[in-house]
Structures are given as C-alpha cells and as structure tokens.
C-alpha cells in the first residue's frame, strides 16, 4: 500500500503541465488497476493539473506498458526497424536543451516576461485557451501558433512603444505538452501527450514505434489546417538528413502506411539486410543503403530473384546491372571474387568505383585506365603492384596519367594492386620496394624558402605544379632555377616554359627577390616630416632616431600606424560588401520588397574614404616598449596628431559633435550632450574607439556611468537592425562590417583634424 500511495504521488507529477521535472518509469503502471489509476486522475482533476481538453484521453499508460513488453528484438533483419526501441518517452522537457528556432506557442506555453530601466516588474504569463496572454495595463494579445521569434518581436514592439526606457527580456517559462494522435502500422495506436520538443520519430517512440509490417518511408504528418508532410525515415537512417523530421505541434497527427515491397541484399555489400523499396527503385539504390560493395565485390555478377505471380515461381536473372528496378524483386545476390579465381586485379585509391576488376576484359593498362573514371586524382604518379603465387611483390610499375607512354603497353597480371592517389593527400599504401621508387622520383619546389615534395614521373611541367600548389609568383625573382644532380643545371630560364622528364632527386628553386631597403612616411607632430628611406627589417624605433623631435603639441598616446597591406584588405572587404549590396538590391525589387535600406548601406560604402583605412591600432609612441619591437615594411605611413582635448560623439544619436573633454566626463552624460539616443540606437552595444586606436566594449556599467572618456576619445552608438526586410536580415554581416570600417575610419579622421 506503501508503493501505491508513492506511486500516485509520481503519476500527479507525470500528467502536471506545469511541471516537467519529474519522469515516471510507465512500466511502475503494471503495478497497478485501472480503478486505482482512475483515483490518480480524480485528484488530478480535483486540484486542476489537467488540462480540460485531455481529461477524456485514452489510458495511454496502458499501451506503454504493452510496449515495454516486447524486446524489440527482430530475427527477420529488416533494417531500420530497431531504430525506436531505445528512444526515451518521457515528457519531461530537457532544460539544457535550446529552443527550437520554429517552436510554435500552444495552449498553456508560459511566457516569462522581464521588464528592466524606467520600470523593473516580472510578469509570468500563460496561454489561455482563446490562444492570448494578458498582458497587466496592455490587455490581450494573441500569441497561439505564433513562433516564439514571432512572439519575442510582437512584445518588443509593444513595449517600445507602450513605455519610454523599458528593455524587455523574453523566455518560455512552462511548455505544455503536446496532444498527438498516433495511427496506422503502429505497434501502438492512440492519442499521446508528447514532449513539446519532440519530432516525428520522437512522437512515433510513444506508440512503440513502426510495426514490421508499417512502412519507414511512406509516414506522413498531417496538421490541423489539413496540411500534408511526408517523411521517408531513411532519409534520417541512410543519409543523416533530418530536414523532414519536423517537430510536432499540438493537434497533429501521425499516419503510418503498410509498407509495399521488402527486398534482401546480401552478398558482397557492407551492409546486408532487408530493406524497404518504393516504386521505381533500382539495384543502384540497395546498394546504396547497403553502404556499398566491399573491395572483393564482381560488380558484374549481381543475380535478382523475382516472385513470378503469374507463374506462382521465383524468377532468377544474372549479371544483371545497377540500373535494374526491382520491382516484385525478392533477393539481391552480390558475389565476390574468389581465391579460386585471381583472374583480377585491385584497384584502390582517386576512383568512382574502387574495388575488384576483372582481367578477362583488360589486358594492358592502357585499356584499362581508359575506362575508368576519376575523382579528384593526383595524375603526374600512379603505382601498379604485381605478385607471385605466394603473394609477394614480383614488380613495381610507377607511371603517369599525364604522360601515357609511361603506361602504354604494360601487361595486366592477375593478383596485382593498382594505386592512384588522391590529389590533395599525394600518398600510397604500398610495399617498401614502391615506395622507395616513388621517393626516388620525388620533386622538391623550393619558393622563397618553402619546400614543397611531389612524386612525379613521366613528362611535366613546372608551371602545372605552381598552379597545383597556388604558388605566388608576383614577387618572385626573374631568375627561376631548375638544378638535376644527375643531369644539368638550367638557369635563368621562364618557368613558364620549363618541361621535363622526371628524372632522380629533381630540384626547382624559386628565389625572393633580394630588397635590402624600404621607404616609410612620417607626417604630422615632427621636426622633419616625410618620406624616409631605411634598411629592410628596421623598426619603428629606429624611424623615431631619425626624425628628430617631437613638437611640443604632439599626441604621443594617439599616435597612428597604417598599412597597405591592412588598408587593401578593407578596401576588398568594402569592395565585397558593396557587390552584394547591389545583388541583393536586385533581389529586393524583384520580390517587391522595399530596397531604401539597402540603398543607405549602399552610400555607407561608397563614404568611407580610403584614405582613412589601414590603421593598426595600439600604443606606438615613443616612449612604449613596443616601438623596438614594430618591423616597417614598405609604405608604411606614421602620422603624429597634434594634442586634442575633443571628445567626439558619432552613431545613432540625435547630433553628433565634437566638445572639450572635461574631468568628470561619463559616456551618460557625453551622449546626453548629443542630444541623447536615437530610437533605433542599440543601447547595448555603445563602445569607445581610444586615441590609440583600440576598443573599449560597453558593458551595462557605463549605462551606469562609471566608465571614464578621456581625451581624444571616440564614443560611438551603433545602429540596432531590428528591420522586418528579410533581405537586410541576410545582410547582418556585411552591415557589421560596413559600421565597423565607417566608425573606424570617422574616428581616424576626427583624431587626424582636430
């Protein structure tokens, strides 16, 4: 009685909706009757923890007891059948688990609502049954079948314009399960209370899973507007794709078909197994859920066993191909290649269909490898392997696919390997005798410095390898040298034009070219600025030796380095940005969406004034550690600002300025001399581009004014995208990257003019 009294305790946490913190074994309901059962759910009703549209649901506790009774054991091997006998039915919700991105609010969802600045007030909000929330002060607002994005963006507005410096913050508090009817080739039929994240294979878990005769490709999910899904499970099994999985929504229900024609694969596949085909299907496709044919696979004899209805026989066809269907189709028969039978050769490696080939149709190699097709193949060295009755290596051919007189006319021998590597990895499993061979052949590029090694065999050329590797040869020296130990040395030669035969320890080198000396720029604050020419590899310490002193109005702490290199990059960057900015105007108009905003982004890019890129930021003035440690390059450009006492203000407020700094200066109190915040200002995000060029990230201290501005500052405050275009939603990043080089090149510019 003891157990009992538990147990009923345990059932009052199973069906609450508004707790899911609790999971029940369902197999503790063998334990018990219905009457007492019954009693569970009268003090359930009687404190108000069922819903009132599930009071009259069918005792589903009673189907999962039947369920847990089967061991989900199959001795028939039909594949995929297995899948739900593990998967938990519990609806307690995960807590670690993220929301789903298309979660839909239902009936009895809670709503945590958290009001904070001008009014600090929590509100926790349920769905009622009309499908709205009472918002206090606000009324109804209807939320039922909305997304919870959906939701989120429906409150904000609200609130904005409802209260003046209110930021809301919204959460699910509660989730209601969800009602689901489950019918078809089902182990268990019914109507299930299910976890509200759960998919389609989570809800089909609840009846049991998919009966041996139900179909895994043939499930369709029907909504309550009569909306139709279907859903092939193999999908999921085979290809990993869970894009047809959709998550359940309240109302839904399941339809499971009786599958149509099962067919075996066994043999030489990697997977045996029955299988579950639809109409049109061939042995190409079997295959494929079989996980393919294993390397001892005859892809040439492949049989079929077909049900002859008419006949009321079986049917069997022979070396059949992969483009069979199978229709009435009963067994799939891969043979392999047998020890008996060595007429054939391995082929491993760069091809379409690695594995056993026989001999009796190729005799040279040359009539071979025009038959075979290649995937992403290393072509200047292939290995052919021959061997004995014993099984060890007899020969070692290395040819080239680039060059056919190195394969031409070479017999095929039964028990051989072929090996043709990949072009990205330019390796072989082979014997040692090969693989001396093939470091024999090597081909070393030295490029300014850098080695590359390749095997290489046969007739090449030494610009088909600067493109394999991607080398950069715009700033490498005219003289390109190309040294055979065993040979001759060519020099000073195009490398353009350079072909040769492979021969032993091959060796090209590509030379740097030699610049001992470096020009820099230096403007501003200074005694002598200019133009400055120095030794390669000086530092920006060595530049300040030269240009004798500083003004006595020089801003050492705001001192600015730029780079070409740096600057080019955000030039490109910018470049990018403004090309998708005009596709995506295009894409606008032909959706008839509004393209303004676009067209604004448009004119940001197109603002921003080179001249003002490029900076490196961080601390270069002359009395830092790291000016000794700063190597120039050429066209480097250091500029000294005069002293400034300014504060500039720029972004998303009512009017940008410029005043003097003061000592008790708060990013609050600067940003209310520019009139304040903008209404789509994002307050969130208000940083400080320093003097030296480094940003200081806002945090909701300063909001708080305790963070200090000081001279020569940038305060800036960014734009929050809160747009419904779709379009500008897409563009995010580049907007990021648009705000982030104006902001930098405008704070730049202030610092350089005052």
């Keep these: 009685m003891i157990f009992k009294k538990q147990f009923l ?174 019918v078809g080739t089902v182990k268990a039929p019914g109507t299930y209370l299910i976890n509200p994240f759960s998919t389609i294979t989570g809800a089909l878990a609840y009846s049991g899973g998919i009966s041996e005769i139900g179909s895994l490709r043939d499930i369709k999910l029907i909504r309550n507007n009569g909306t139709v899904f279907s859903f092939d499970l193999y999908d999921l099994l085979i290809k990993g794709d869970r894009s047809n999985d959709l998550t359940i929504e309240a109302g839904d229900t399941i339809l499971v078909n009786a599958a149509s024609q099962f067919v075996e694969i066994k043999g030489a596949v990697n997977r045996p197994a029955i299988y579950e085909v639809l109409d049109g299907e061939e042995v190409g496709d079997i295959v494929n859920f079989a996980l393919g044919f294993t390397q001892t696979a005859n892809k040439t004899n492949i049989s079929i066993a077909y049900l002859d209805l008419d006949n009321a026989s079986i049917e069997t066809k022979t070396n059949v191909n992969l483009s069979q269907e199978l229709k009435d189709a009963l067994v799939v028969d891969v043979f392999s290649y047998t020890n008996e039978n060595n007429l054939s050769l391995s082929i491993l490696g760069a ?56 394969y031409q006319s070479v017999e095929l021998l039964p028990n051989s390997k072929l090996y043709f590597a990949n072009i990205d990895e330019r390796s072989f499993s082979v014997g040692e005798a090969a693989k001396r061979l093939i470091d024999d052949y090597s081909l070393i590029i030295n490029h300014k410095d850098d080695l590359y090694e390749l095997p290489i065999i046969g007739k090449y050329s030494v610009k088909s390898f600067i493109d394999l590797l991607g080398l950069d040869m715009t700033d490498v020296d005219n003289n390109a040298t190309y040294i055979s130990p065993l040979d001759s040395i060519i020099v000073n030669d195009d490398y353009n034009k350079m072909n040769f035969i492979a021969k032993k320890y091959n060796t090209i080198s590509f030379r740097a070219p030699v610049n001992d000396l470096i020009n820099v720029r230096i403007e501003g604050a200074i005694d002598y600025p200019g133009l400055y020419t120095l030794k390669a590899d000086s530092t920006l310490q060595d530049l300040y030796k030269l240009v004798g002193n500083f003004k006595a109005e020089a801003f050492l702490e705001g001192v600015v380095f730029q780079r070409e290199s740096v600057r080019d990059r955000q030039l490109k960057a910018i470049e990018n940005a403004d090309a998708t900015l005009n596709k995506s105007i295009l894409f606008s108009m032909q959706q008839r969406e509004d393209t303004n905003d676009i067209s604004m982004l448009t004119a940001l ?117 809160n747009s419904n275009n779709t379009t500008i939603q897409r563009l995010v990043p580049i907007i990021q990257i648009l705000s982030d080089l104006s902001f930098s090149a405008a704070a730049l510019d202030n610092l350089t003019e005052n």
Excluded: C
């Design 9 to 182: 305790l345990l059932s009052i946490s199973f069906f609450s909706f508004f707790s899911f913190t609790q999971e029940v074994d369902p197999s503790l309901l063998s334990q018990l009757s219905l009457d007492e059962i019954e009693a569970a759910r009268e003090i359930l009703e009687s404190q108000k923890l069922i819903a009132p549209e599930i009071q009259d649901m069918p005792d589903v506790e009673e189907s999962l007891v039947d369920i847990k009774e089967d061991d989900g054991e199959s001795d028939s091997n039909k594949f995929g059948y297995d899948f739900f006998s593990k998967m938990p039915t519990t609806l307690s919700a995960v807590g670690d688990l993220p929301l789903p991105a298309d979660y839909r609010i239902s009936l009895r969802d809670q709503l945590r609502v958290i009001l904070s600045g001008s009014r600090d007030q929590i509100f926790n909000l349920n769905v009622n049954l009309d499908g709205t929330i009472l918002f206090p002060e606000l009324g109804s607002v209807f939320v039922a079948g909305l997304t919870f994005k959906e939701v989120k963006d429906k409150l904000s507005n609200i609130i904005d314009q409802s209260y003046i410096g209110v930021n809301i913050d919204i959460s699910l508090q509660n989730l209601s399960a969800k009602k689901v009817t489950i």
């Design 351 to 406: 091809i379409e269909e690695p594995g056993f080939y026989s001999l009796e149709k190729y005799k040279d190699l040359d009539d071979l490898i025009e038959d075979l097709k290649f995937i992403d193949v290393y072509p200047w060295l292939a290995v052919l392997e021959q061997f004995d009755d014993d099984n060890l290596i007899k020969s070692s051919v290395l040819f080239s696919l680039n060059d056919k007189s190195t």
């Design 605 to 721: 890019a197109e603002s921003i004034e080179p001249e003002n890129l490029g900076r490196i930021a961080g601390n270069f003035s002359p009395l830092s550690d790291s000016v000794k440690d700063t190597i120039l390059f050429e066209g480097d450009t250091i500029v000294v600002p005069k002293l400034s006492n300014v504060v500039n203000i720029i972004g998303a407020v009512l009017n940008p300025i410029a005043f003097e700094h003061s000592d008790d200066l708060r990013i609050e109190s600067a940003i209310a001399r520019a009139g304040g915040y903008q209404s789509y200002a994002d307050k969130r995000r208000v940083y400080i581009i320093k003097a030296n060029g480094l940003v200081e990230k806002s945090s909701r201290n300063i909001f708080q004014g305790n963070s200090n501005i000081e001279p020569g500052d940038t305060v800036v405050v960014p734009t929050k995208i």
